[in-house]
């Protein structure tokens, strides 16, 4: 089961769960065995996976984009383009956005200012999970592992 996930940690987690219930919060003593050195390599790992954990459908894929553009990019667009209430809306909701993410980043050391980044992030994910569609889609998603997973992992997703 391990050697064929795609998306081996979440395999993992299943193989665990059997044995009983697991617990999943947050630590300052982990340290991660993947290697990111830069932003192609994180996009990659993300473009990899992202269509497989929305199960290969179009609908869940839609229904993302529309959620994240909703909750991360409107925000900001209307903030800085709108005017009168549509303004002040975007500029409360950014702002409640960058409050709310100011725990982890502060449990992580980073400055609370780095939350006015939610979007730009949300953004580059929504890409990321567009592209790991398209690359199912062409055969040629989830690449991992020396292989392709798309012809083995089509699932019928609507």
């Known amino acids: 089961m391990m050697r064929s996930a ?7 987690a299943a193989l665990m769960k059997r044995r009983g219930a697991i617990w999943l919060g947050l630590t300052e ?8 050195p830069d932003f ?21 894929l839609v229904g993302t984009v529309i959620a994240m553009a909703a909750t991360y990019l409107a925000p900001p ?3 800085l383009f709108a005017h009168g209430a549509a303004q002040a ?5 950014w702002g409640m956005m960058v409050f709310a993410f100011a ?16 979007p730009a992030v949300a953004a580059a994910y929504t890409v990321f999970a567009i592209e790991s569609a398209v690359r199912h889609w062409r055969g040629r ?4 592992k020396g292989r392709y997973q798309a012809s083995m992992s089509r699932m019928g997703g609507a």
Not at 29 to 36: D, E, I, K, P, T
Not at 40 to 60: C, E, K, N, P, W
Not at 106 to 116: E, K, V
Request: glycine share 10%; charged share 10%; net charge positive.
């Open 89 to 93: 809306a975007g500029v409360i909701a």
């Open 40 to 60: 192609a390599d994180f996009g990659q790992m993300i473009v990899r996976s992202a269509f497989a954990q929305l199960r290969y459908s179009t609908i869940f």
């Open 141 to 144: 998603g989830g690449h991992w």
């Open 103 to 118: 725990p982890m980043l502060r449990f992580y050391g980073q400055p609370p200012i780095f939350g006015l980044a939610l």
């Open 29 to 36: 003593n982990v340290q991660s065995l993947r290697a990111h």
């Open 6 to 12: 795609l998306i081996d940690d979440c395999a993992l």
């Open 77 to 79: 667009l209307f903030a």
